[in-house]
């Protein structure tokens, strides 16, 4: 089984792959390359958020804690929302991914179980999908196959 510096390390130089590949042989914009690979890179280490030792755990939710907002910000623009009303949401999904999932995931998680699979692979890509809101429907799905790519790279390591 690999470590957490071999899972991160295997899943970053995906992350640069995948997105050097894209821009070269696609053309994707360089910003939603780098943003791609970031997630392939951090996604390397979602099959440990039900680890024991919790430096996965607490790595990978402190870091979704802070990009799903920022990443959510068209959404959020899109319902009309008030500038503050956006603060204010952001800030509430800040406080429940890091506190609010982070208490779930201790307390009904258990190492190697239902996050070392292929579906909950398939459920990270979604979530992805589904957050990072742009016209462009393949960049999408290009960045949510940059999460299921870093998932997956976990899950070969083992």
Do not use: N
């Amino acid at each position: 089984m690999a470590g957490f510096r071999a899972h991160i390390t295997a899943s970053t130089a995906l992350g640069v792959g995948y997105a050097a590949g894209a821009h070269y042989f696609f053309g994707v914009p360089p910003e939603t390359c780098v943003l791609a690979g970031g997630l392939c890179s951090v996604s390397g280490m979602l099959p440990d958020l039900d680890s024991d030792s919790g430096v996965p755990l607490r790595e990978s939710i402190a870091f979704a804690a802070a990009a799903v907002p920022v990443m959510m910000i068209r959404r959020f623009e899109r319902l009309g929302m008030p500038l503050e009303t956006m603060i204010l949401t952001g800030m509430g999904i800040y406080l429940l991914l890091r506190f609010g999932l982070a208490t779930l995931l201790k307390k009904y998680t258990v190492h190697r179980g239902m996050f070392h699979s292929i579906p909950a692979a398939l459920i990270a890509a979604e979530v992805a999908f589904l957050i990072f809101d742009r016209d462009d429907l393949w960049l999408r799905y290009y960045t949510a196959g940059a999460v299921l790519l870093g998932f997956l790279s976990h899950l070969v390591l083992d």
